[in-house]
């Protein structure tokens, strides 16, 4: 198997986690069961429009939207890394 093929599994491996319910078991003490399911519906969204969102559109899509404030959304960027879901999600 090629390093991109194994990329290619890790990456799909990292959304299927991101959509369970294990994912949300993880997070949801330290940020609302809502603001993980807002999260994973854009996740979603994404794979089954087949296109990347914007890290500050995501910011600005909880923060101005849903009413976040801007440290929460920024402690859960920085909790779960979200810099891994690129290409998915860009960096800028």
Sequence with gaps: MSNLDEN???FLD???FTLSNEFTEKWKHRFSPGFIKLFQL???KCVDEGKT???TTL???FTKRCKYSD????????AIDLDIYYPLIQRK
């Design 42 to 44: 854009k996740i979603l």
């Design 53 to 55: 969102i914007r890290k």
């Design 8 to 10: 290619i599994i890790d």
């Design 59 to 61: 910011f600005t899509y």
């Design 71 to 78: 440290e929460q959304v920024n402690n859960f960027f920085d």
């Design 14 to 16: 990292l959304i299927n």
